[in-house]
């Protein structure tokens, strides 16, 4: 993708966000300053895991919006958690609720507990809800904060598993330069922690089996290259953001470039060992920029050996010699699936506010004098990754 310039520039004009970290942009930020890592405890199938779960002040807020029409009392959290992101960007944009934005919201697994629910019923009655299929079609995230926010415009729901968020930024850049619209709604939402999607992640073996004191504090060991364990844990959250074509007095970021890409896989779960996803998306999101004038890569980073590495290897093909300072946010909040890539996309934007890099605490990296450019990656199963690059 070439530099935009002009009238061609798409902003990002709101973000919201609910997540282990909080849900205000002060709270968020303060908790990223700290050095520590919001993961719990919780039993699933008789057995205690590490996940990172949204605090109860949200749990709260969850139930206000659960309570705030009668339709909705039916819904997955990961539409609920759509909702309520999608209300605060919404307001913090200050669009107007029947406005034709459009709303590309994504999920990896769409309405988990509600489907292993209905699932459990029928195994037990051989029949089920008059719900059941409405409430776990993937489609109804974007169908519902339509419904909520009552846009005219169109609306897209899709999983392109990990890297969904992403891709939903991806929809509403190209249906913003298509002239089609010039606003769009796009993000991911996840709520993953139920005892069978643990028993998958387990199932790979990639889940964090690591003691609390051998963690040392640190459950996630996301970016460290040393690790000989995986070390994935799940978290649970939703991340929007308020895009818009130009640049206004509300611009807190520029997009200054996307980039994507697929590739062939050497069986179902991994990409190649140099990650030639990532180098290509990388590569198409710099465009005719210098790569040595990125200042920060957000890294998709897993926390897995394999994952953390292969998107390593990949950086330092494209950057070569001048590696840009890395680091993720999994540390802290796990992987929250088809939500991640815009919550890396908020922290990114949050650095670029503060001129500041936030540090994984167990590696040693150099930080640049100033914070003026960041990309951001994301990839899941299928080798499907998407590659911004933000400005201030």
């Known amino acids: 993708m070439e530099k935009e310039s002009g009238a061609n520039i798409i ?47 949200l749990e709260a807020e969850i139930n206000e919006v659960k309570e705030s029409d009668s339709k909705y009392k039916n819904l997955d959290k990961t539409v609920l958690f759509a909702l309520l992101a999608s209300r605060k960007a919404v307001d913090k944009a200050a669009w107007k609720s029947n406005d034709d934005f459009g709303i590309n919201m994504g999920s990896s697994r769409g309405a988990t507990a ?10 037990h009655q051989k029949t ?49 330069k298509s002239g089609m619209t010039n606003k769009f709604l796009v993000g991911g939402s996840e709520a993953p ?22 963690a040392n504090g640190y459950p996630c060991k996301a970016l460290d290259f040393d690790k000989k364990k995986n070390t994935m844990i799940l978290g649970e959250g939703a991340s ?34 140099d990650a030639k996803c990532f180098q290509r998306s990388m590569k198409m999101a710099l465009g005719e920029i210098n790569p040595d004038e ?12 394999k994952g953390d590495l292969s998107e390593f290897k990949a950086i330092e093909k494209v950057f070569c010699n001048k590696l840009p300072f890395l680091t993720t946010n999994k540390w802290k909040v796990g992987h929250t699936f ?19 890099c936030i540090e994984v605490p167990y590696l040693n990296s150099k930080k640049p004098s100033a914070v003026k450019k960041i990309m951001v990656n994301a990839v899941g199963f299928g080798g499907n990754a998407v590659s911004v690059l933000l400005s201030k």
């Open 338 to 356: 088809g939500a991640s890539g815009m919550l890396s996309i908020e922290f990114a934007i949050l650095m670029l506010q503060h001129n500041k």
């Open 294 to 305: 990125v200042d920060v890569i957000v890294m998709h980073s897993p926390g897995t050996i």
């Open 128 to 176: 089920t809800s008059t719900l059941s299929s409405p409430t776990t079609t993937l489609g109804n995230i974007s169908s519902w904060i339509a419904h909520d926010l009552k846009t005219k415009g169109p609306e897209i729901s899709h999983s392109i598993t990990c890297s969904t968020a992403l891709h939903s930024l991806l929809n509403g850049v190209a249906w913003i």
């Open 240 to 273: 929007v953001a308020c895009l818009e074509k130009g640049k206004s007095k509300n611009t807190l970021a520029v997009i200054e470039g996307v980039g994507y890409a697929t590739e062939v896989l050497e069986h179902n779960i991994s990409i190649s060992t």
């Open 11 to 57: 902003s990002i004009t709101a973000i919201a966000s609910i997540s282990p970290l909080g849900a205000s942009s002060e709270t968020i930020w303060e908790n990223y300053l700290l050095d520590k890592s919001f993961f719990q405890k919780q039993d699933f199938n008789n057995e205690s895991e590490w996940v990172a779960k949204i605090p109860e002040d």
């Open 193 to 214: 922690l139920t005892p069978f999607t643990i028993a998958q992640m387990k199932a790979l073996k990639i889940y964090s089996n690591i003691s609390e004191a051998e």
């Open 114 to 123: 509600l489907f292993e629910k209905y699932h459990e019923e029928f195994l």
